[in-house]
Protein backbone atom coordinates (compact mmCIF):
# COMPACT_ATOMS: atom_id res chain seq x y z
CA UNK A 1 0.00 0.00 0.00
CA UNK A 2 2.97 2.69 0.60
CA UNK A 3 3.69 2.30 -3.60
CA UNK A 4 0.18 3.19 -3.44
CA UNK A 5 0.03 5.97 -1.23
CA UNK A 6 3.59 7.46 -2.75
CA UNK A 7 1.65 7.54 -6.23
CA UNK A 8 -1.41 8.43 -5.39
CA UNK A 9 1.01 11.50 -3.48
CA UNK A 10 2.68 12.22 -7.05
CA UNK A 11 -0.65 12.50 -8.71
CA UNK A 12 -2.55 15.12 -6.16
CA UNK A 13 -5.12 17.58 -7.06
CA UNK A 14 -5.48 19.76 -9.83
CA UNK A 15 -8.40 22.84 -9.69
CA UNK A 16 -9.36 24.61 -12.97
CA UNK A 17 -9.40 28.47 -13.35
CA UNK A 18 -12.92 28.79 -14.94
CA UNK A 19 -13.89 26.30 -12.35
CA UNK A 20 -15.45 24.30 -14.51
CA UNK A 21 -14.64 21.09 -12.91
CA UNK A 22 -12.71 20.26 -9.57
CA UNK A 23 -10.74 17.02 -10.17
CA UNK A 24 -10.01 14.52 -7.25
CA UNK A 25 -8.41 11.53 -7.36
CA UNK A 26 -10.55 8.68 -5.26
CA UNK A 27 -10.08 8.74 -1.84
CA UNK A 28 -9.96 4.92 -1.58
CA UNK A 29 -6.75 3.40 -2.18
CA UNK A 30 -8.17 0.32 -3.50
CA UNK A 31 -10.50 1.72 -6.23
CA UNK A 32 -7.49 4.05 -7.41
CA UNK A 33 -5.41 1.16 -8.10
CA UNK A 34 -7.72 -1.06 -10.05
CA UNK A 35 -8.75 2.10 -12.08
CA UNK A 36 -5.01 2.81 -12.79
CA UNK A 37 -4.30 -0.91 -13.46
CA UNK A 38 -7.65 -0.73 -16.06
CA UNK A 39 -6.45 2.09 -17.43
CA UNK A 40 -2.82 0.97 -18.21
CA UNK A 41 -4.05 -2.18 -19.78
CA UNK A 42 -6.12 -0.17 -21.99
CA UNK A 43 -4.07 2.61 -22.63
CA UNK A 44 -1.90 0.00 -23.79
CA UNK A 45 -3.88 -1.86 -25.98
CA UNK A 46 -5.89 0.93 -27.51
CA UNK A 47 -2.40 2.27 -28.37
CA UNK A 48 -0.72 -0.80 -29.78
CA UNK A 49 -3.93 -1.66 -31.98
CA UNK A 50 -3.98 2.23 -33.14
CA UNK A 51 -0.11 2.16 -34.32
CA UNK A 52 -1.24 -1.18 -36.40
CA UNK A 53 -4.21 1.03 -37.78
CA UNK A 54 -2.28 3.98 -38.27
CA UNK A 55 0.46 2.09 -40.80
CA UNK A 56 -2.39 0.29 -42.38
CA UNK A 57 -3.73 4.11 -43.10
CA UNK A 58 -0.67 5.43 -43.68
CA UNK A 59 -0.03 2.58 -46.68
CA UNK A 60 -3.70 3.30 -47.57
CA UNK A 61 -3.58 6.71 -47.81
CA UNK A 62 -0.23 6.91 -49.54
CA UNK A 63 -1.48 4.16 -51.88
CA UNK A 64 -4.63 6.78 -52.71
CA UNK A 65 -2.83 9.71 -52.91
CA UNK A 66 -0.57 7.97 -55.58
CA UNK A 67 -3.42 6.50 -57.51
CA UNK A 68 -2.72 2.70 -56.04
CA UNK A 69 -5.05 0.80 -54.11
CA UNK A 70 -2.43 -0.13 -51.22
CA UNK A 71 -2.68 -3.68 -49.30
CA UNK A 72 -6.00 -4.68 -49.78
CA UNK A 73 -5.73 -8.46 -49.26
CA UNK A 74 -4.97 -9.22 -45.91
CA UNK A 75 -8.33 -9.09 -44.40
CA UNK A 76 -11.18 -6.57 -45.59
CA UNK A 77 -9.38 -3.39 -47.06
CA UNK A 78 -6.27 -4.93 -46.17
CA UNK A 79 -6.75 -4.37 -42.05
CA UNK A 80 -4.67 -7.21 -41.43
CA UNK A 81 -1.25 -6.42 -42.90
CA UNK A 82 -0.02 -4.81 -40.14
CA UNK A 83 -0.58 -8.27 -38.31
CA UNK A 84 0.98 -10.26 -40.79
CA UNK A 85 3.91 -7.73 -41.29
CA UNK A 86 4.07 -8.23 -37.44
CA UNK A 87 4.37 -12.11 -38.28
CA UNK A 88 6.64 -12.12 -40.85
CA UNK A 89 9.37 -9.78 -38.93
CA UNK A 90 9.32 -11.90 -36.19
CA UNK A 91 9.96 -15.21 -38.07
CA UNK A 92 12.30 -13.32 -39.82
CA UNK A 93 16.21 -14.04 -39.08
CA UNK A 94 18.19 -11.03 -37.15
CA UNK A 95 21.47 -10.40 -38.50
CA UNK A 96 24.04 -8.60 -36.53
CA UNK A 97 27.02 -7.04 -38.33
CA UNK A 98 30.54 -8.04 -37.46
CA UNK A 99 31.23 -5.13 -35.91
CA UNK A 100 28.54 -3.86 -34.30
CA UNK A 101 28.48 -2.97 -30.52
CA UNK A 102 25.53 -5.88 -29.53
CA UNK A 103 24.58 -4.72 -25.89
CA UNK A 104 23.67 -1.40 -27.62
CA UNK A 105 22.77 -2.63 -30.70
CA UNK A 106 19.97 -4.74 -28.98
CA UNK A 107 18.75 -1.62 -26.57
CA UNK A 108 18.52 0.83 -29.47
CA UNK A 109 15.21 -0.10 -30.44
CA UNK A 110 13.71 -0.69 -27.49
CA UNK A 111 15.00 3.23 -26.11
CA UNK A 112 13.36 4.60 -28.95
CA UNK A 113 10.08 2.94 -28.70
CA UNK A 114 9.82 3.27 -24.97
CA UNK A 115 9.50 6.60 -24.72
CA UNK A 116 6.81 7.36 -26.90
CA UNK A 117 4.75 4.69 -25.14
CA UNK A 118 5.57 6.46 -21.57
CA UNK A 119 4.25 9.89 -22.89
CA UNK A 120 1.02 8.73 -23.16
CA UNK A 121 0.88 8.13 -19.75
CA UNK A 122 -0.28 11.88 -18.98
CA UNK A 123 -2.36 12.61 -21.37
CA UNK A 124 -6.18 12.89 -20.36
CA UNK A 125 -8.24 10.57 -23.10
CA UNK A 126 -11.61 12.26 -21.78
CA UNK A 127 -13.67 14.05 -19.26
CA UNK A 128 -13.32 12.48 -15.81
CA UNK A 129 -15.59 10.50 -14.48
CA UNK A 130 -17.29 10.63 -11.15
CA UNK A 131 -17.89 6.91 -10.38
CA UNK A 132 -19.14 6.25 -7.07
CA UNK A 133 -16.06 5.15 -6.22
CA UNK A 134 -14.62 8.66 -6.13
CA UNK A 135 -13.73 10.83 -9.50
CA UNK A 136 -11.49 8.72 -11.83
CA UNK A 137 -9.30 10.68 -13.83
CA UNK A 138 -8.75 9.21 -17.49
CA UNK A 139 -5.25 10.24 -17.60
CA UNK A 140 -3.19 7.09 -16.12
CA UNK A 141 -0.99 9.56 -13.90
CA UNK A 142 -2.20 12.97 -14.12
CA UNK A 143 1.05 14.44 -12.60
CA UNK A 144 0.89 17.81 -11.52
CA UNK A 145 4.48 18.37 -13.90
CA UNK A 146 2.36 16.97 -16.79
CA UNK A 147 3.50 18.54 -19.59
CA UNK A 148 7.68 18.76 -17.97
CA UNK A 149 7.38 15.21 -17.86
CA UNK A 150 6.41 14.98 -21.39
CA UNK A 151 9.68 17.20 -22.48
CA UNK A 152 11.88 15.35 -20.60
CA UNK A 153 10.93 12.28 -21.74
CA UNK A 154 10.13 13.35 -25.48
CA UNK A 155 14.17 13.92 -25.46
CA UNK A 156 14.85 10.82 -24.60
CA UNK A 157 13.63 9.11 -28.06
CA UNK A 158 16.78 10.45 -29.46
CA UNK A 159 18.96 8.18 -27.55
CA UNK A 160 17.56 5.01 -29.39
CA UNK A 161 18.09 6.49 -32.47
CA UNK A 162 21.80 7.82 -31.68
CA UNK A 163 23.07 4.96 -30.39
CA UNK A 164 21.30 2.59 -33.06
CA UNK A 165 23.50 4.44 -35.38
CA UNK A 166 26.60 4.35 -33.47
CA UNK A 167 26.56 0.99 -32.40
CA UNK A 168 25.79 -0.42 -35.95
CA UNK A 169 29.14 0.73 -36.93
CA UNK A 170 28.22 1.73 -40.39
CA UNK A 171 29.13 5.45 -41.53
CA UNK A 172 25.55 5.64 -42.90
CA UNK A 173 23.80 4.63 -39.48
CA UNK A 174 26.50 6.73 -37.92
CA UNK A 175 25.49 9.63 -39.94
CA UNK A 176 21.93 9.64 -39.70
CA UNK A 177 21.75 9.66 -35.72
CA UNK A 178 23.85 12.80 -36.00
CA UNK A 179 21.72 14.42 -38.14
CA UNK A 180 19.10 13.01 -36.07
CA UNK A 181 20.26 14.15 -32.54
CA UNK A 182 21.23 17.59 -34.36
CA UNK A 183 17.56 17.97 -35.82
CA UNK A 184 15.70 16.80 -32.23
CA UNK A 185 18.04 19.56 -30.32
CA UNK A 186 17.22 22.09 -32.68
CA UNK A 187 13.74 21.82 -33.12
CA UNK A 188 12.98 20.66 -29.20
CA UNK A 189 13.66 24.44 -28.46
CA UNK A 190 11.15 25.83 -30.59
CA UNK A 191 8.90 23.05 -29.19
CA UNK A 192 9.32 24.01 -25.77
CA UNK A 193 9.13 27.75 -26.31
CA UNK A 194 6.07 27.26 -28.53
CA UNK A 195 4.23 25.15 -25.23
CA UNK A 196 5.08 28.11 -23.55
CA UNK A 197 2.29 30.60 -24.27
CA UNK A 198 0.12 27.74 -23.40
CA UNK A 199 1.48 27.06 -20.59
CA UNK A 200 1.15 30.99 -19.87
CA UNK A 201 -2.34 30.88 -20.73
CA UNK A 202 -3.39 27.83 -18.50
CA UNK A 203 -1.34 29.09 -15.44
CA UNK A 204 0.16 25.72 -14.52
CA UNK A 205 1.92 22.85 -16.53
CA UNK A 206 -0.46 20.30 -15.70
CA UNK A 207 -2.21 18.46 -18.54
CA UNK A 208 -5.64 18.61 -17.01
CA UNK A 209 -5.27 21.99 -16.15
CA UNK A 210 -4.23 23.05 -20.13
CA UNK A 211 -7.44 21.23 -21.03
CA UNK A 212 -9.53 22.47 -18.32
CA UNK A 213 -8.81 26.22 -19.45
CA UNK A 214 -9.63 25.32 -22.91
CA UNK A 215 -13.17 23.58 -21.93
CA UNK A 216 -16.37 25.52 -22.86
CA UNK A 217 -17.65 26.39 -26.49
CA UNK A 218 -14.62 25.80 -28.22
CA UNK A 219 -13.55 29.57 -28.12
CA UNK A 220 -11.11 29.11 -25.83
CA UNK A 221 -8.93 26.28 -27.74
CA UNK A 222 -5.51 26.85 -28.09
CA UNK A 223 -5.27 27.64 -31.75
CA UNK A 224 -7.43 30.18 -31.78
CA UNK A 225 -6.04 32.07 -28.73
CA UNK A 226 -1.79 30.70 -29.25
CA UNK A 227 -2.22 30.27 -33.14
CA UNK A 228 1.21 30.68 -33.71
CA UNK A 229 2.46 28.29 -31.10
CA UNK A 230 0.12 25.56 -32.93
CA UNK A 231 2.24 26.32 -36.12
CA UNK A 232 5.41 26.03 -34.56
CA UNK A 233 4.66 23.12 -32.37
CA UNK A 234 2.85 21.18 -35.72
CA UNK A 235 6.24 22.04 -37.60
CA UNK A 236 8.96 21.11 -34.38
CA UNK A 237 6.37 18.10 -33.77
CA UNK A 238 7.45 16.77 -37.94
CA UNK A 239 10.83 17.44 -37.00
CA UNK A 240 10.27 15.16 -33.62
CA UNK A 241 9.12 12.61 -35.43
CA UNK A 242 11.31 12.49 -38.15
CA UNK A 243 8.43 12.58 -40.43
CA UNK A 244 8.72 13.92 -44.27
CA UNK A 245 9.45 16.78 -44.70
CA UNK A 246 12.27 16.34 -41.89
CA UNK A 247 13.07 12.73 -42.19
CA UNK A 248 16.68 13.62 -43.28
CA UNK A 249 18.23 10.76 -40.66
CA UNK A 250 17.28 8.27 -42.73
CA UNK A 251 17.44 9.53 -46.39
CA UNK A 252 17.06 6.84 -48.25
CA UNK A 253 18.86 8.46 -51.24
CA UNK A 254 22.08 9.42 -49.21
CA UNK A 255 22.06 7.30 -46.07
CA UNK A 256 21.12 3.59 -47.24
CA UNK A 257 18.38 3.48 -45.00
CA UNK A 258 20.00 6.20 -42.23
CA UNK A 259 20.36 4.94 -38.61
CA UNK A 260 18.63 1.75 -38.97
CA UNK A 261 20.34 0.48 -42.38
CA UNK A 262 21.51 -2.23 -39.99
CA UNK A 263 18.72 -3.61 -38.55
CA UNK A 264 16.21 -6.75 -39.56
CA UNK A 265 13.47 -8.61 -38.60
CA UNK A 266 11.81 -7.26 -35.05
CA UNK A 267 14.05 -4.55 -34.32
CA UNK A 268 13.27 -2.56 -37.57
CA UNK A 269 9.76 -3.61 -36.52
CA UNK A 270 10.42 -1.69 -33.46
CA UNK A 271 11.97 0.78 -35.04
CA UNK A 272 9.01 1.54 -37.53
CA UNK A 273 6.21 0.82 -34.51
CA UNK A 274 8.42 3.70 -32.68
CA UNK A 275 8.26 5.83 -35.25
CA UNK A 276 4.08 5.68 -35.66
CA UNK A 277 3.94 5.65 -32.00
CA UNK A 278 5.80 9.01 -31.75
CA UNK A 279 3.30 10.09 -34.48
CA UNK A 280 0.56 9.34 -32.72
CA UNK A 281 1.94 10.94 -29.48
CA UNK A 282 2.57 14.07 -30.76
CA UNK A 283 -0.84 14.03 -32.79
CA UNK A 284 -2.08 13.56 -28.90
CA UNK A 285 0.20 16.52 -28.05
CA UNK A 286 -1.33 18.50 -30.74
CA UNK A 287 -4.77 17.65 -29.86
CA UNK A 288 -4.24 18.02 -26.09
CA UNK A 289 -2.61 21.27 -25.96
CA UNK A 290 -4.10 23.02 -28.76
CA UNK A 291 -7.79 21.23 -29.88
CA UNK A 292 -9.02 21.30 -26.04
CA UNK A 293 -8.04 18.16 -25.20
CA UNK A 294 -11.09 15.77 -25.23
CA UNK A 295 -13.15 19.10 -24.94
CA UNK A 296 -16.68 19.03 -27.93
CA UNK A 297 -16.96 22.27 -29.19
CA UNK A 298 -20.04 24.16 -29.69
CA UNK A 299 -21.58 22.78 -26.66
CA UNK A 300 -21.28 22.78 -22.65
CA UNK A 301 -22.69 19.68 -22.18
CA UNK A 302 -18.82 17.68 -22.08
CA UNK A 303 -18.19 20.27 -19.22
CA UNK A 304 -21.04 19.93 -16.48
CA UNK A 305 -22.11 17.73 -14.07
CA UNK A 306 -23.13 15.31 -13.59
CA UNK A 307 -19.60 13.27 -15.24
CA UNK A 308 -21.30 10.32 -16.07
CA UNK A 309 -19.64 7.51 -17.95
CA UNK A 310 -21.51 8.18 -21.33
CA UNK A 311 -19.41 11.83 -21.21
CA UNK A 312 -15.85 10.20 -20.12
CA UNK A 313 -16.53 7.64 -23.58
CA UNK A 314 -18.00 10.10 -26.08
CA UNK A 315 -15.55 12.78 -24.67
CA UNK A 316 -12.82 9.85 -25.20
CA UNK A 317 -14.29 8.82 -28.43
CA UNK A 318 -14.01 12.69 -29.38
CA UNK A 319 -10.31 12.84 -28.35
CA UNK A 320 -9.88 10.07 -30.57
CA UNK A 321 -11.18 11.83 -33.71
CA UNK A 322 -9.01 14.69 -33.26
CA UNK A 323 -5.95 12.39 -32.67
CA UNK A 324 -6.92 10.43 -36.15
CA UNK A 325 -7.39 14.23 -37.92
CA UNK A 326 -3.54 14.69 -36.95
CA UNK A 327 -2.31 11.44 -37.96
CA UNK A 328 -4.13 12.37 -41.09
CA UNK A 329 -2.47 15.22 -41.63
CA UNK A 330 1.12 14.01 -40.74
CA UNK A 331 0.34 11.16 -43.84
CA UNK A 332 -1.10 13.77 -46.02
CA UNK A 333 2.07 15.95 -45.60
CA UNK A 334 4.44 13.19 -45.50
CA UNK A 335 3.26 12.43 -49.21
CA UNK A 336 2.90 15.90 -50.68
CA UNK A 337 5.81 17.18 -49.29
CA UNK A 338 9.77 16.81 -50.43
CA UNK A 339 12.74 16.29 -47.74
CA UNK A 340 14.47 19.00 -46.55
CA UNK A 341 18.08 20.11 -47.72
CA UNK A 342 20.00 20.09 -44.42
CA UNK A 343 20.82 23.69 -44.07
CA UNK A 344 17.25 24.50 -44.81
CA UNK A 345 16.55 22.41 -42.04
CA UNK A 346 18.81 24.23 -39.78
CA UNK A 347 18.04 27.18 -40.68
CA UNK A 348 14.25 27.08 -40.21
CA UNK A 349 14.75 25.66 -36.96
CA UNK A 350 17.46 28.38 -35.67
CA UNK A 351 16.49 31.30 -37.60
CA UNK A 352 13.04 31.28 -37.66
CA UNK A 353 11.15 28.59 -35.34
CA UNK A 354 13.42 29.77 -32.30
CA UNK A 355 13.16 33.89 -33.16
CA UNK A 356 9.39 33.85 -33.63
CA UNK A 357 8.62 31.54 -30.72
CA UNK A 358 10.32 33.62 -28.61
CA UNK A 359 8.64 36.85 -29.60
CA UNK A 360 5.69 34.92 -29.56
CA UNK A 361 6.25 34.23 -25.33
CA UNK A 362 6.88 38.25 -25.48
CA UNK A 363 3.92 39.03 -27.57
CA UNK A 364 1.43 36.44 -25.68
CA UNK A 365 2.88 37.43 -22.42
CA UNK A 366 2.36 41.04 -22.98
CA UNK A 367 -1.14 40.47 -24.06
CA UNK A 368 -2.47 38.51 -21.60
CA UNK A 369 -1.17 40.99 -18.81
CA UNK A 370 -2.53 43.68 -20.49
CA UNK A 371 -6.13 42.46 -21.07
CA UNK A 372 -5.91 41.35 -17.27
CA UNK A 373 -4.89 44.77 -16.60
CA UNK A 374 -8.11 45.79 -18.34
CA UNK A 375 -9.90 43.91 -16.27
CA UNK A 376 -10.96 41.33 -19.01
CA UNK A 377 -10.70 37.74 -17.47
CA UNK A 378 -9.28 34.65 -19.38
CA UNK A 379 -12.55 33.05 -19.41
CA UNK A 380 -14.26 35.44 -20.98
CA UNK A 381 -15.66 35.63 -24.44
CA UNK A 382 -13.95 39.37 -25.13
CA UNK A 383 -10.48 37.56 -23.95
CA UNK A 384 -10.57 34.49 -26.49
CA UNK A 385 -11.75 37.54 -29.76
CA UNK A 386 -9.09 39.80 -28.63
CA UNK A 387 -6.66 36.83 -28.35
CA UNK A 388 -8.15 35.85 -31.95
CA UNK A 389 -7.36 39.46 -33.71
CA UNK A 390 -3.95 39.40 -32.13
CA UNK A 391 -3.22 35.90 -34.15
CA UNK A 392 -4.55 36.58 -36.98
CA UNK A 393 -2.02 39.71 -37.60
CA UNK A 394 0.99 37.15 -36.15
CA UNK A 395 -0.13 34.78 -38.62
CA UNK A 396 -0.48 37.56 -41.44
CA UNK A 397 2.94 38.83 -40.67
CA UNK A 398 4.39 35.50 -40.77
CA UNK A 399 2.19 34.09 -43.72
CA UNK A 400 2.09 37.07 -45.74
CA UNK A 401 5.87 38.82 -45.11
CA UNK A 402 8.31 36.02 -43.78
CA UNK A 403 7.27 33.68 -45.84
CA UNK A 404 9.12 35.00 -48.75
CA UNK A 405 11.78 33.03 -49.42
CA UNK A 406 12.56 33.58 -46.48
CA UNK A 407 11.22 30.91 -44.62
CA UNK A 408 12.82 27.79 -46.45
CA UNK A 409 15.96 29.20 -48.48
CA UNK A 410 15.28 28.07 -51.79
CA UNK A 411 16.52 25.41 -54.01
CA UNK A 412 19.29 25.63 -56.45
CA UNK A 413 17.83 26.53 -59.97
CA UNK A 414 19.02 26.69 -63.65
CA UNK A 415 16.85 29.28 -64.31
CA UNK A 416 18.66 32.05 -66.38
CA UNK A 417 18.00 35.45 -66.42
CA UNK A 418 15.96 35.24 -69.59
CA UNK A 419 13.51 33.10 -68.11
CA UNK A 420 12.86 35.33 -64.65
CA UNK A 421 12.60 38.37 -66.59
CA UNK A 422 10.17 36.16 -68.29
CA UNK A 423 8.20 35.28 -65.35
CA UNK A 424 8.04 38.56 -64.14
CA UNK A 425 6.54 40.02 -67.54
CA UNK A 426 4.30 36.99 -66.93
CA UNK A 427 3.08 38.75 -63.63
CA UNK A 428 3.79 42.79 -63.55
CA UNK A 429 3.95 43.06 -67.53
CA UNK A 430 6.55 45.08 -69.59
CA UNK A 431 6.00 48.47 -67.73
CA UNK A 432 7.11 47.14 -64.36
CA UNK A 433 10.54 45.31 -65.66
CA UNK A 434 12.73 48.32 -63.78
CA UNK A 435 16.97 47.86 -64.30
CA UNK A 436 17.45 46.98 -60.47
CA UNK A 437 15.14 43.30 -60.84
CA UNK A 438 17.38 42.82 -63.61
CA UNK A 439 20.50 42.93 -61.93
CA UNK A 440 19.79 39.39 -60.12
CA UNK A 441 22.19 37.41 -62.23
CA UNK A 442 22.34 33.80 -63.31
CA UNK A 443 24.18 31.74 -61.17
CA UNK B 1 22.79 29.84 -46.01
CA UNK B 2 25.77 26.80 -46.23
CA UNK B 3 28.98 27.47 -48.48
CA UNK B 4 28.79 26.11 -51.65
CA UNK B 5 24.63 25.81 -52.43
CA UNK B 6 24.30 28.25 -55.09
CA UNK B 7 20.71 30.65 -54.93
CA UNK B 8 19.29 32.18 -58.03
CA UNK B 9 17.40 35.33 -57.46
CA UNK B 10 13.95 34.85 -58.07
CA UNK B 11 10.79 36.97 -58.32
CA UNK B 12 9.30 37.24 -54.95
CA UNK B 13 5.69 35.86 -55.57
CA UNK B 14 7.35 32.02 -56.47
CA UNK B 15 9.17 32.08 -52.74
CA UNK B 16 6.46 31.40 -50.57
CA UNK B 17 7.20 27.45 -49.16
CA UNK B 18 3.51 28.06 -47.56
CA UNK B 19 1.36 28.61 -50.63
CA UNK B 20 3.37 25.77 -52.39
CA UNK B 21 2.66 23.82 -49.55
CA UNK B 22 -0.86 24.27 -49.75
CA UNK B 23 -0.75 23.84 -53.25
CA UNK B 24 0.70 20.94 -53.05
CA UNK B 25 -1.34 19.26 -50.07
CA UNK B 26 -4.93 20.33 -52.12
CA UNK B 27 -3.35 18.42 -55.29
CA UNK B 28 -2.82 15.52 -53.29
CA UNK B 29 -6.03 15.60 -51.39
CA UNK B 30 -7.68 15.89 -54.70
CA UNK B 31 -5.90 12.57 -55.57
CA UNK B 32 -7.05 11.17 -52.45
CA UNK B 33 -10.73 11.78 -52.59
CA UNK B 34 -10.89 11.57 -56.39
CA UNK B 35 -8.33 8.90 -57.61
CA UNK B 36 -7.71 7.56 -60.77
CA UNK B 37 -6.40 4.19 -60.13
CA UNK B 38 -5.70 2.26 -63.35
CA UNK B 39 -4.15 -0.98 -61.40
CA UNK B 40 -5.57 -4.28 -62.18
CA UNK B 41 -6.66 -6.44 -59.33
CA UNK B 42 -4.55 -9.52 -61.36
CA UNK B 43 -5.39 -13.22 -60.09
CA UNK B 44 -9.18 -12.09 -60.48
CA UNK B 45 -9.35 -8.99 -62.91
CA UNK B 46 -7.67 -9.92 -66.03
CA UNK B 47 -5.90 -7.17 -68.69
CA UNK B 48 -7.66 -7.76 -72.07
CA UNK B 49 -4.67 -8.90 -73.85
CA UNK B 50 -4.51 -7.79 -78.01
CA UNK B 51 -6.21 -10.11 -80.66
CA UNK B 52 -2.99 -10.02 -82.04
CA UNK B 53 -0.89 -11.02 -78.93
CA UNK B 54 1.32 -13.72 -79.25
CA UNK B 55 1.75 -16.45 -76.45
CA UNK B 56 1.89 -19.69 -75.45
CA UNK B 57 1.79 -21.71 -78.64
CA UNK B 58 -1.10 -24.19 -79.71
CA UNK B 59 -1.58 -26.84 -82.03
CA UNK B 60 -4.99 -27.24 -83.06
CA UNK B 61 -6.59 -30.60 -84.24
CA UNK B 62 -8.54 -32.12 -87.16
CA UNK B 63 -11.98 -33.13 -86.59
CA UNK B 64 -11.07 -36.74 -85.32
CA UNK B 65 -8.99 -35.56 -82.69
CA UNK B 66 -5.55 -35.57 -84.63
CA UNK B 67 -2.79 -33.06 -85.00
CA UNK B 68 -3.29 -30.72 -88.71
CA UNK B 69 0.61 -30.65 -88.50
CA UNK B 70 2.02 -32.78 -91.66
CA UNK B 71 5.60 -32.45 -90.70
CA UNK B 72 6.82 -30.41 -93.35
CA UNK B 73 9.78 -29.01 -91.28
CA UNK B 74 8.65 -25.00 -92.77
CA UNK B 75 8.52 -23.98 -88.75
CA UNK B 76 11.51 -25.28 -87.39
CA UNK B 77 13.33 -23.88 -90.42
CA UNK B 78 11.76 -20.41 -90.00
CA UNK B 79 11.97 -20.35 -86.31
CA UNK B 80 14.96 -17.88 -85.69
CA UNK B 81 14.91 -19.26 -82.08
CA UNK B 82 15.58 -22.68 -83.40
CA UNK B 83 13.39 -23.86 -80.04
CA UNK B 84 11.16 -26.08 -82.49
CA UNK B 85 12.32 -30.11 -82.42
CA UNK B 86 10.01 -31.76 -84.95
CA UNK B 87 11.23 -35.44 -86.19
CA UNK B 88 8.84 -36.56 -89.12
CA UNK B 89 6.63 -39.56 -89.54
CA UNK B 90 4.94 -41.18 -92.25
CA UNK B 91 1.90 -43.55 -92.27
CA UNK B 92 0.98 -46.83 -94.02
CA UNK B 93 -1.17 -44.17 -96.20
CA UNK B 94 1.73 -41.98 -97.10
CA UNK B 95 0.39 -39.27 -95.21
CA UNK B 96 3.28 -37.66 -93.72
CA UNK B 97 2.45 -36.47 -89.48
CA UNK B 98 5.16 -35.55 -86.27
CA UNK B 99 6.73 -38.15 -84.69
CA UNK B 100 8.18 -35.58 -81.96
CA UNK B 101 7.06 -32.17 -82.09
CA UNK B 102 8.33 -30.68 -79.42
CA UNK B 103 8.54 -26.29 -78.60
CA UNK B 104 10.82 -24.99 -75.95
CA UNK B 105 9.11 -22.40 -75.06
CA UNK B 106 11.87 -20.66 -72.95
CA UNK B 107 14.31 -20.85 -76.00
CA UNK B 108 11.01 -19.10 -78.00
CA UNK B 109 10.82 -15.89 -78.98
CA UNK B 110 7.09 -15.17 -79.82
CA UNK B 111 7.77 -14.11 -82.72
CA UNK B 112 4.74 -16.10 -84.68
CA UNK B 113 6.74 -16.77 -87.87
CA UNK B 114 5.64 -20.76 -86.83
CA UNK B 115 1.91 -19.73 -87.05
CA UNK B 116 2.27 -17.43 -90.40
CA UNK B 117 4.67 -20.03 -92.46
CA UNK B 118 2.52 -23.02 -91.35
CA UNK B 119 0.61 -24.35 -94.45
CA UNK B 120 -1.86 -26.16 -92.51
CA UNK B 121 -2.71 -23.77 -90.14
CA UNK B 122 -1.68 -26.24 -87.12
CA UNK B 123 1.08 -24.63 -85.08
CA UNK B 124 -0.43 -21.13 -83.55
CA UNK B 125 0.80 -19.18 -81.09
CA UNK B 126 -1.86 -18.16 -78.26
CA UNK B 127 -3.85 -15.41 -76.36
CA UNK B 128 -2.84 -16.62 -73.24
CA UNK B 129 0.51 -15.46 -71.07
CA UNK B 130 0.12 -17.43 -67.73
CA UNK B 131 2.22 -20.66 -68.52
CA UNK B 132 4.46 -20.28 -65.05
CA UNK B 133 6.20 -23.60 -64.25
CA UNK B 134 7.67 -24.97 -61.01
CA UNK B 135 10.69 -26.51 -63.72
CA UNK B 136 12.39 -25.86 -66.46
CA UNK B 137 11.50 -28.81 -67.98
CA UNK B 138 7.64 -28.03 -67.55
CA UNK B 139 8.69 -24.85 -70.49
CA UNK B 140 9.62 -27.83 -73.42
CA UNK B 141 5.63 -28.48 -74.52
CA UNK B 142 4.95 -31.70 -76.39
CA UNK B 143 2.43 -32.55 -78.84
CA UNK B 144 0.31 -33.82 -76.68
CA UNK B 145 0.47 -30.72 -74.52
CA UNK B 146 0.21 -28.30 -77.51
CA UNK B 147 -2.77 -30.29 -78.29
CA UNK B 148 -4.38 -29.88 -75.08
CA UNK B 149 -4.57 -26.28 -75.22
CA UNK B 150 -7.42 -24.14 -75.58
CA UNK B 151 -7.04 -20.90 -75.17
CA UNK B 152 -8.11 -18.69 -78.60
CA UNK B 153 -5.18 -18.15 -80.85
CA UNK B 154 -3.50 -15.14 -82.33
CA UNK B 155 -4.45 -13.32 -85.04
CA UNK B 156 -2.02 -12.31 -87.01
CA UNK B 157 -1.43 -8.71 -88.49
CA UNK B 158 -2.23 -9.05 -92.31
CA UNK B 159 -0.74 -6.84 -94.45
CA UNK B 160 -3.55 -6.51 -96.85
CA UNK B 161 -5.96 -5.37 -93.35
CA UNK B 162 -3.32 -3.15 -91.90
CA UNK B 163 -5.76 -2.06 -89.24
CA UNK B 164 -7.49 -5.72 -88.95
CA UNK B 165 -11.05 -4.26 -89.88
Redesign the interface.
Given at each position: MTLVALLQAATGYTTTPNGLQHLTVPDSGWAWFIATVVKMLLTFTIYMVGVMMVIWAERRICAFIQDRRGPNRVGPHGLLQSVADGVKNIMKEETYPGEAYLPLFILAPVMSFIPALITWSVIPYGAPWDSKWGTIDTALAPMPIGFLFILAIGSLGVYGIVLAGWSSNNKYSLLGGLRSSAQMISYEIAMGMATIPVLILAGNVSLNTIVSRQAGWGLHWNVINVTVAFFVFMVAAFAETNRTPFDLPEAEAELVAGYHSEYSAMKFSMFFIAEYANMMTVSALMATLFFGGWDIPFTLWDNVAPHTLIKTLVTFAFFWVKILFFVFVFIWIRWTLPRFRYDQLMALGWKFMLPTSLVYVVLIATATWLLEYMGVHPASWQFAVAMLGLNVVAVGIIFGVIDRGRLISPAYSRLDKRHIDKLREARYGRARLTPATSEGGAD | ??IG???????????????A?LK??A???K??VN?????I?YPEQKWAVSPRWRGTHRMLTTEDGKAKCVACGLCPTVCPANCIKLVPGEDENGNRYPLVFEIDEFRCIFCGYCQEVCPEEAIHVGRHYENAEFSRDGFVYDLERLMAQTHPVSELWDPMDPKGE
Open positions: - | MAVKVLERPIEQTSYVRTGMLTLHLRDTVTQ
